[in-house]
């Protein structure tokens, strides 16, 4: 029998990560941390960390409802680097409501888990199932580039000194410097 600080531990939120749309699209490497149906799946971000959950802001592009019974929303969020291609459906009825909302060219913060899929033509495509979406101001979302800017440098100074980045440079062959680049461009895209 667990006692209740066990229990409490287990049932513990991952945080969620700070990550530009850029470096999300070139996800490929997901694993499962246990054997157990509840164990949670990670991607591994390239710049050399694991990841659960994300937490990104941008401005709505496009926004559809999609499907006649099982309606979802297909949202489109961009931020410096690219674009985020964001769900929500019947399974995440929080943040489906939450999007219902939002209008097109609204700026707004995400949090959701990353999706990989192999397509039949053999690309791979990245999604987010939302579990959270608020309404932000622009001053926000500046500051949440300027923070993951920070976290990405962060990361890539680290690059190779950790379990997680071993793995992700072992996985993805890639370089750091990638990385610093992807922060320094988005900080350039942004005016404060």
Request: hydrophobic share 35%; net charge negative.
């Given at each position: ?25 070139e ?31 941008g ?15 297909s ?30 060219s ?19 495509f990245?999604?987010?199932r ?14 949440w ?48």
């Amino acid at each position: 029998m667990s006692t209740p600080k066990e229990s409490q531990r287990r049932y513990l939120r991952e945080p969620a990560r700070r990550a530009f749309a850029a470096e999300v699209r070139e996800v490929r490497l997901t694993f499962k941390d246990g054997e157990d149906e509840k164990s949670p799946v990670y991607v591994m971000l390239p710049s050399g960390i694991r990841c659960n959950r994300l937490f990104f802001c941008g401005q709505v592009t496009r926004k559809e409802l999609k499907g006649e019974d099982n309606t979802f929303y297909s949202v489109r969020v961009q931020d410096p680097t690219g674009i985020f291609f964001v769900s929500a459906g019947i399974y995440q009825p929080e943040a489906k409501q939450q999007i219902s909302r939002i209008e097109e060219s609204a700026w707004v913060a995400v949090v959701g888990k990353a999706q990989v899929r192999n397509t039949p033509d053999g690309a791979t495509f990245v999604s987010i199932r939302a579990e959270s979406v608020a309404e932000i101001d622009e001053d926000t979302y500046r500051k949440w580039v300027d923070e993951t800017a920070g976290q990405t440098l962060d990361r890539a100074d680290a690059f190779d000194q950790t379990e997680d980045s071993k793995k992700a440079h072992e996985f993805y062959a890639n370089d750091p410097e990638t990385y610093r680049q992807m922060a320094l461009h988005a900080l350039q895209r942004i005016t404060f």
